[in-house]
């Protein structure tokens, strides 16, 4: 990819001419901002981007941003991305999707795409309801949960994103909050520095039909204490005055409070290559923890698209490009007169 | 070129006949399906038409001995044209009692039936649900019945070799292929190179085979087994170069063909089904043909992944049968919506649901016409024989790049694996279609269309000025933003069914086999080309006004369709479905067709058409 043209990109560069078609006040917006204003500084020419969708309200995404865009059918973006970026690896291939389109109709793909490590960025907006449909609840919804089509409370278990990621071993995963900027911007930089398949939970506001389901973590007053900021190396704490963190008492997290014999030294410290602590965070949830943000765990191993592309250059180097002459005549062949 | 390998003179008459009808039957581990290639083979060296058919069951390895575990495969050669793999059978060669169970009401009457004797034991009997033992209760008597002791003498040939039972038993089908070969004067040359290059890192094996193909040859000519043997003079062959294929191979070297003239790699996005695995596994060989090949899933994946990948301009393409047919249809929809060039080839099997998998059916038709949701009008283009596979698969690719538009590309489960000699095309004599690219950012628009073919530019992703986003939702009309305005969805669906009928303009004139007009009018379209024309030709023999049309384009129709049948008395439609084609036909043209419907995962026998058409020509 060539970055010169690239370099004198702005944030107006990224912003299509379509009008944004969210409800007012949607967490998709400040989402949509923290996306193009990161893009400039990624030295990627915006040619060699390419956004891919599924359907829901997220999925709306790629219409915004002026690069390519592909808003295809629910569920199947991974599909679909990972055909263009194996054919396609000089490509910038990004996934836009939500909690129903990712983790339900689409749940089998994302977890292929991870699994497989797809150079992919993923970005999965988790309202923790479905949208676009009106309301109805959605596989992250919590137990018990009010809506159209559960008027006495929803009887399943939520799944845990983060969960699924690990369990696949994706190599990158993280999470972020659609109102932190800053940390989202972050987040959003890393993931697109990553080689292999990104996976981003951003946790989102839907104020129509899921209003505050994650106030607790964005109310101003409140979010010191509920959030739980991660950095590679440093021990986690949090809190209002930066005196509460993590300890492990044998292989479980407790919340604990700095003083009375509590040092940083007794703290869990951050690091984002290690698979098991990704695991415990990623099981650590409000109101008995605080919400783990950031990278939650990094790994490498080859992407699918450079091994199936390694195999394709091996083919030609062993047996020379292929000749279509010879390729008919190849096997049994006899000649009549 | 029929010689003899072993260098003896044959002491025997010979009867010539014109053609002959075998079929080589057993259990599923017999390798019925290896000794029947092998006897293709030694025919196609023997100069003669060849057409065979394999017959095998779903299960791997169903039990041994049963019923439901019989394989089978027939091949008829001839010293005159061959259509088909033949109706009765003039030999049957039979391994098991189950297999004489299964098979011999195909047999004719008086014809050769060749068994292994000692396989007709208490246990094998009682699995093939006979109570009394065929060899003796006379039930056989009106075939010429040859018990063979194959297996015993198959242990005698690799007596001093100190195998293990189940090995010599694994060498039986070679020489019961031995014994056939003298039978019919076939050269063994070709099967003796293939088992060495087959076994080259197997020389026990290799060994074994060798021995008990050549003790089999010498048996039959040595002993007084059979009192004559036949022969099948070469053919008229039109000269050039040949190889035996199969509808799968040719529909892979099809589409890499296609590629290459299109200049551009191939995408295969698929889920393992039968019977369409075969092209996945053939394609995944040629990566050096700059072919990806992505095993995905599942089969929405599959053909996802080929439709992303076309966006991104690669020739996409998706394998499958039934079932994952009405899983890609929404992505099918999509491909309609997004006009993106990519090729859904449906390899037709028995339904519905899981049916009969290794089994022929033409019931995908309506399906492939019409199973979206919403107006979504796509080429369908079927092929007609093994080796027109090749030329079908080419033909999709190339309607669909220059068209931007899926096509769906029909076979069935007996093309996929029946072979035929195919005269090779010459790589020069298939047409160019070099793709272009849109690069120039002016004046263009995502929808802006080709006016003679009503293509939307194919504009890749990484090229600069060209950025643009595409969708499932509705589009405007030059822009392809989002539209909900009413008298624009109207526009957009018409000009999707227009472009469906500038593709009539890719269609040559219709080719009718037989008087320009007439009595009957056969139209058929895929598998049963073979069965229609043996038909046909019959009564053309006897000089009656009897006509035969094979479509390769069932949507859009050929432009001269309705007026080549407005010429005819009468229309029959022969298909493997309950009349699909027959419903497009009446709808199209409100002509009183009628049908000829076999639904039971078995191609036509040309006697069933032949029959209908004697009725239709009474009437």
């Known amino acids: ?337 | 070129m029929a010689t003899n390998p072993v260098g003896a003179p044959l002491q025997r008459p010979v009867q010539e006949r014109e053609n002959v009808v075998i079929r080589f039957a057993g259990d599923s581990g017999d390798g019925m399906q290896v000794t029947g290639m092998q006897f293709t083979t030694e025919s196609v060296f023997a100069g003669n038409n060849i057409g065979t058919l394999p017959d095998f069951p779903a299960e791997i390895r169903a039990p041994t001995g049963t019923l439901y575990g019989v394989s089978a495969f027939q091949v008829n050669f001839s010293s005159r044209n061959v259509y088909t793999p033949g109706d009765d059978l003039d030999a049957l060669v039979i391994m098991n009692p189950a297999a004489l169970k299964t098979n011999l009401e195909d047999l004719k009457q008086n014809g050769i039936l060749i068994l292994d004797k000692a396989e007709f034991n208490e246990p094998n009997l009682k699995k093939a649900q006979y109570t009394v033992n065929p060899l003796e209760d006379g039930s056989l008597d009106k075939y010429q019945t040859y018990p063979v002791e194959i297996t015993k003498m198959t242990t005698l040939a690799l007596k001093d070799m100190n195998l293990p039972n189940r090995s010599v038993t694994r060498s039986r089908n070679f020489f019961a292929l031995g014994v056939v070969s003298w039978l019919f004067n076939r050269p063994i040359e070709p099967t003796l190179n293939w088992i060495k290059d087959r076994f080259k890192r197997n020389p026990e094996v290799m060994e074994a085979n060798t021995r008990a193909l050549k003790g089999g040859y010498n048996l039959a000519e040595n002993s007084e087994l059979f009192a004559s043997s036949y022969e099948v003079k070469p053919a008229q062959i039109a000269p050039g170069v040949y190889r035996n294929i199969t509808g799968n191979t040719a529909t892979a070297l099809g589409f890499i063909a296609a590629a290459k003239k299109a200049g551009l790699p191939i995408f295969l996005g698929s889920y393992p089904i039968t019977p369409a695995s075969d092209i996945l596994h053939e394609l995944a060989g040629y990566k050096n043909f700059n072919v990806y090949t992505f095993q995905a899933e599942d089969e929405i994946a599959g053909v996802g992944a080929a439709l992303g990948a076309a966006f991104g301009g690669a020739i996409g393409i998706t394998t499958t049968s039934g079932p994952g047919m009405n899983l890609k249809a929404e992505t099918v929809g999509l491909a309609a919506a997004v006009e993106l060039p990519l090729i859904i080839t449906d390899i037709q099997r028995a339904g519905p649901s899981t049916g009969m998998p290794t089994k022929p059916e033409q019931a995908d038709l309506l399906q492939a016409l019409y199973g979206r949701h919403g107006e979504a009008p796509l080429p369908v283009i079927a092929a007609s024989t093994p080796a027109d596979c090749f030329y079908a698969a080419f033909e999709a690719v190339r309607i669909a790049v220059k068209y931007m538009t899926p096509v769906i590309l029909l076979t069935d489960g007996y093309l996929a694996s029946a072979s035929e000699p195919w005269l090779l095309p010459r790589v020069a004599d298939l047409p160019d279609f070099k793709v272009e690219f849109r690069t120039d950012p002016q004046g263009f628009f995502p929808y802006l269309r080709d006016e003679g073919t009503l293509a939307r530019p194919w504009a890749r992703p990484g090229t600069p000025g060209l950025e643009h986003r595409i969708g499932g939702l509705e589009k405007d009309y030059l822009t392809g933003n989002i539209s909900y305005a009413p008298s624009n969805h109207e526009q957009m669906v018409r000009v999707r069914y227009r472009k469906m009928a500038k593709i009539t303009q890719e269609i040559p004139p219709t080719k009718i086999d037989g008087p320009e007009r007439g009595k009957l009018l056969v139209i058929g379209w895929g598998s049963t080309y073979g069965s229609i024309t043996a038909g046909v030709k019959e009564f053309q023999g006897q000089g009656k006004a009897v006509s035969h049309i094979h479509l390769r384009y069932l949507n859009p129709l050929p432009p001269d369709l309705g007026e080549i049948i407005a010429r005819f008395d009468k229309v029959l439609v022969p298909e493997m479905n309950m009349g699909q084609l027959l419903r497009v036909l009446r709808a199209e043209y409100l002509v009183d067709a009628v049908g000829l419907n076999k639904i039971q995962g078995r191609p036509f026998k040309v006697s069933e058409i032949t029959a209908k058409i004697a009725r239709m020509l009474e009437e």
């Open chain 1, 1 to 337: 990819m060539s970055t010169a043209s690239a370099a004198k990109l702005t944030r107006k560069d990224f912003v299509s001419d379509q009008d944004v078609r969210w409800c007012p006040g949607c967490g998709d917006y400040a989402i949509l901002a923290q996306v193009q204003k990161v893009f400039p500084e990624l030295g990627v020419p915006k040619e060699n981007v390419v956004f891919i969708s599924g359907i829901g309200c997220s999925s709306r995404f790629p219409y915004y941003m002026n690069t390519y865009g592909f808003h295809s059918i629910h569920g199947r973006a991974p599909a679909i991305a990972t055909g263009l970026k194996v054919s396609r690896p000089d490509l910038m291939v990004w996934v836009v999707t939500g909690d129903g389109d990712g983790l339900s109709i689409g749940g089998n793909h994302l977890m292929h795409a991870l699994r497989r490590n797809v150079d992919l960025k993923i970005l999965l907006f988790n309202n923790r309801i479905y949208g676009l449909t009106k309301g109805q609840y959605s596989p992250t919804s919590e137990l018990g949960k009010v809506t159209k089509s559960t008027p006495v409370g929803s009887a399943d278990h939520p799944l845990n994103p983060l969960l699924l990621a690990l369990g696949v071993d994706a190599t990158f995963i993280a999470r972020t909050i659609d109102v932190e900027a800053k940390h989202q911007q972050d987040i959003i930089k890393r993931a697109a520095e990553h080689k292999g398949a990104t996976f981003v939970e951003i946790l989102q506001n839907c104020n129509v039909y899921n209003d505050g389901a994650f106030a607790s973590l964005t109310d101003k007053e409140t979010k010191a204490n509920t959030q739980l900021v991660l950095e590679h190396g440093k021990p986690m704490i949090f809190g209002k005055n930066k005196d509460r963190g993590i300890r492990l008492k044998g292989l479980t997290p407790e919340v604990v409070t700095l003083g009375n014999g509590i040092g940083v030294s007794d703290l869990l410290v951050h690091d984002e290559t290690d698979p098991v602590l990704g695991f415990l965070l990623s099981r650590m949830t409000p109101p008995a923890f605080p919400m783990p943000i950031g990278v939650i765990r990094v790994t490498e191993k080859p992407t699918f698209d450079a091994l199936m592309n390694h195999q394709i250059q091996d083919a030609m180097e062993k047996s020379g490009a292929g000749d279509l002459e010879k390729l008919l005549h190849q096997g049994d062949v006899w000649t009549v007169k």
